[in-house]
Nanobody, 120 residues
Framework: QVRLVESGGGLVQAGGSLRLSCAAS????????MGWYRQAPGKERELVAG???????NYADSVKGRFTISRDSAKNTVYLQMGSLKPEDTSVYYC??????????????WGQGTQVTVSS
């Protein structure tokens, strides 16, 4: 079994910062790409940022220059440092990872989601 556990969400004022963490655990051989998605009420889930196993990153246009994704491969953990937060960043943030299990093939896993609320 593989789990993704997120932490770090909360309530913050506009202009503030938050750091999200997501740790993968379980029967893991290797973690490939990892990323953060978000979904606001009534909207589709969208990619916020992604990072490959080699460290290449990509960002949604709406967060470029404000958010930074990073990872600690030794800990199978991905981070999302969010700065200059805006009310429109309010969403449930989900971690996603492409994981090669000890037995079996690669599968994509999702975390349980963490709420980020930015007040104006």
């Amino acid at each position: 079994q593989v789990r993704l556990v997120e932490s770090g969400g909360g309530l913050v004022q506009a202009g503030g910062s938050l750091r999200l963490s997501c740790a993968a655990s379980g029967s893991i051989r290797r973690v490939n790409a990892m990323g953060w998605y978000r979904q606001a009420p009534g909207k589709e889930r969208e990619l916020v940022a992604g990072i490959t196993s080699g460290g290449s990153t990509n960002y949604a246009d709406s967060v470029k220059g404000r958010f930074t994704i990073s990872r600690d491969s030794a800990k199978n953990t991905v981070y999302l440092q969010m700065g200059s937060l805006k009310p429109e960043d309010t969403s449930v943030y989900y971690c996603n990872a492409d994981i090669v299990r000890l037995v079996g093939t690669s599968l994509k896993y999702w975390g349980q989601g963490t709420q980020v609320t930015v007040s104006s």
